[in-house]
């Protein structure tokens, strides 16, 4: 029901304003007030909190445009700008302002109603364009930071062994050696997934779904961090069977398996555990990554998904992370027709869950 738009009028004329209000009535939008002036117009719109404005272009003390621009600066909402003639050059003016429609006075019942309707879709996807791109450039800012710490990592250890390698033993510089090849691995992992990141947002990463076998993956992604596991004497069990398969994109899942199985042994102490099941339901199948690890702080659990903030939890070897991986895992995941979440005790460990349509059927 329209009763649920709360509309504001700002119309100085009580006529004027009392025809429009009578046509709102029979198209069943709820009218909570009416300001006769610019000013009152800003000061009602942060009382009221309306869901759509319909403001005179002509007013007493300031003009709509200028009444527009002030509610913009404080709450955005919706505003449907009225003339009592067509003019361009006042169209454009109020469009700049941020107003998201034009009607002309009196205008008929399927007019406002279009119009409304038109003017509040059209605010709406600009706020979530707003916020996306908000989003997006903290996280650009975030991940900007974390590129350069790699490098200058890697910088440095390659400088100090160009200039002191004939001074170092053996074993110190195996031991930077090992050091310099984790910093790699890690650096190239964070490239990896802000590319196949990019692709996604821009379209040319398309999920193309195909019946996979999901022990195959798990144990190609086991020989991946193989080394990384044994370095902490991490054991890695995969308990998926061979026979259970899934709906999906390979790539895709393949990538959330890496990230997954990565984030276990990062946060996982010398000598713990991780395992790798998959439960196979009539439908879908519920795969599970669990960790005897640290587990994640309740701050953290918030923001685990969220483009916009970064986990800062560090490593049980020092590890840093980025965040990107779970951003990855949790859009591929929907590219796939699933969700995922997160179960976690600190101190004690945690478990991901995702799902995936079943290929069994």
């Known amino acids: 029901m329209k009763k649920d738009i709360n509309v504001l009028i700002v119309e100085d004329e009580t006529l004027v304003s009392d025809m429009i209000r009578g046509t709102l009535k029979e198209i069943n939008y709820n009218v909570v007030g009416r300001a006769v002036n610019g000013y009152q117009a800003v000061e009602m719109t942060q009382k009221l909190n309306p869901d759509v404005i319909l403001m005179d272009i002509k007013l ?25 003639y067509y003019n361009q050059e006042l169209l454009e003016s109020a469009s700049e302002s941020g107003a998201g429609g034009y009607l002309i006075k009196p205008a008929s019942h399927s007019e406002m109603e279009r119009t409304i309707t038109i003017t509040i879709d059209r ?8 916020k996306l791109n908000e989003d997006k450039d903290k996280f650009f800012s975030i ?8 490098l200058f990592s890697m910088n440095g250890y390659l400088g100090i062994m160009t200039e002191y390698i004939d001074k170092f033993s053996k074993e110190k510089i195996k031991d930077m050696t090992l050091n310099l090849k984790k910093t790699y691995d890690s650096f190239e992992r964070l490239i990896d997934n802000l590319l196949s990141w990019s692709r996604m947002q821009t379209g040319m990463l398309k999920s193309i779904p195909k019946t996979i076998n999901l022990y195959d993956i798990a144990i190609k992604n086991i020989k991946l961090f193989q080394q990384n596991a044994e370095q902490k004497e991490i054991l890695i069990q995969n308990e998926i069977e061979n026979k259970i398969e899934a709906y999906a994109d390979y790539n895709m899942v393949d990538t959330i398996f890496r990230n997954l199985i990565s984030n276990s042994i990062k946060f996982t102490n010398k000598g ?8 196979l339901n009539k439908n879908d199948i519920i795969i599970s ?7 994640i702080s309740e701050k953290n659990l918030k923001i685990l998904f969220k ?55």
């Not at 713990?272 to 439960?279: D, E, H, M, P």
Request: net charge positive.
């Open 143 to 150: 991940i900007s930071h974390d590129i350069k710490n790699p």
């Open 289 to 295: 990554i669990y960790d005897n690890g640290i587990g």
């Open 307 to 361: 483009i916009d903030s970064k986990c800062t939890q560090t490593g049980t070897s020092g590890e840093k992370g980025t965040g990107l991986g779970l951003i990855l895992c949790k859009e591929f995941v929907e590219r796939n027709g699933g969700r995922i979440w997160c179960e976690t005790e600190l101190g004690k460990g945690t478990t991901f869950y995702f799902n995936l349509k079943s290929g069994n059927n």
């Open 60 to 84: 007493p003390d300031i003009s709509g445009i200028d009444a527009t621009k002030m509610i913009y600066e404080k709450r955005p909402t919706p505003i449907v700008m009225l003339s009592a």
């Open 272 to 279: 713990g555990t991780v395992k790798i099941s998959a439960l």
């Open 123 to 130: 605010f709406q996807e600009t706020m979530k364009l707003k």
